[in-house]
Each structure stands twice: as structure tokens, then as C-alpha cells.
């Protein structure tokens, strides 16, 4: 993703967003590894975090964070540490269910495209990915 766009995450949720650790714990110094299109369902899924987690760090002491935000198989993956809990769990499903309905690139509608890559695109960049190394 765009820095500028990594970066309104990052200065919102700084405590989540480890950019500066150690990457043999965080994955999260190589930024996040998926396109554009997708920002806005990770801003809505942190906002919606929030609370949830709040409640996590009050009853199990563990200080939430992200670890891995990635695309896979055409999909959000959102990886975080003290397993979170049933609520937020759910919350982060949600946001991979959405991911698999916009596409990566723009944010429109889009839908799985399974060719020689497994991306969730709209019509207008269903093509956009030919020649690019996506998986990685
Ligand atoms: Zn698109």
C-alpha cells in the first residue's frame, strides 16, 4: 500500500501498528502487503476495533497488536497477537469477507479473479495485474 496511506494508519494506531519492531516478531516494518483499494475496509475494521480491544487489554492484560497485514489468495489477512478474542476475531472476518467483494487496486465492487494469480479485482483491473509479480 501507499506510504501516505500506511502512514494515517500508523500515526492513528500507533501502539498496534509496530512499523519500527523487531521483524522477527512483526512483520509489520515491511509494511502493509496488499494494494490500495483496500484501505478504507482496514481503517473502518481498526475504528471498530477499538472497543473490542479495550476490553481485551482490561481482561487478559495483553497489549494488543498487529503483526501481519497481507494479501492471500485474493483476500485481507490481518494477523494479530494474543489471539484476540471471539468479538474481535469476528470483526477481522468481516473484513476479509469484504475483501474477497472489493477490488484490491481501487476500492470498487469487484470479485475473486482466479487466473494465473488469485486477486479480488473490479472489471476495469481485472487486466491491470498481467506482468506484475503479485504473489510474493
Ligand atoms: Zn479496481
Known amino acids: 500500500m501507499r506510504k501516505e496511506l500506511e502512514q494515517r494508519l500508523v500515526e492513528r494506531w500507533p501502539k498496534w501498528f509496530n512499523v519500527n519492531g523487531?521483524?522477527?516478531?512483526?512483520?509489520?516494518?515491511?509494511?502493509?502487503?496488499?494494494?490500495?483499494?483496500?484501505?478504507?475496509?482496514?481503517?473502518?475494521?481498526?475504528?471498530?476495533?477499538?472497543?473490542?480491544v479495550a476490553e481485551s487489554e482490561r481482561t487478559t492484560g495483553c497489549p494488543f497488536e498487529v503483526l501481519q497485514v497481507k494479501e492471500k489468495f485474493g483476500g485481507l489477512r490481518f494477523y494479530v497477537n494474543c489471539r484476540g478474542n471471539d468479538?474481535?476475531?469476528?470483526?477481522?472476518?468481516?473484513?476479509?469477507d469484504e475483501s474477497f467483494?472489493?477490488?484490491?487496486?481501487?476500492g470498487q465492487p469487484g470479485k475473486l479473479r482466479e487466473g494465473r494469480c488469485i486477486k479480488t479485482l473490479c472489471d476495469e483491473h481485472v487486466g491491470a495485474t498481467r506482468g506484475r509479480h503479485w504473489l510474493s
Do not use: V
Open 22 to 52: 523487531d521483524i522477527r516478531y512483526t512483520a509489520m516494518a515491511r509494511g502493509f502487503e496488499h494494494d490500495d483499494g483496500w484501505f478504507d475496509i482496514l481503517w473502518r475494521l481498526c475504528e471498530d476495533l477499538e472497543p473490542l
Open 87 to 96: 468479538a474481535i476475531n469476528q470483526r477481522i472476518g468481516m473484513a476479509a
Open 101 to 106: 467483494r472489493t477490488c484490491e487496486i481501487c
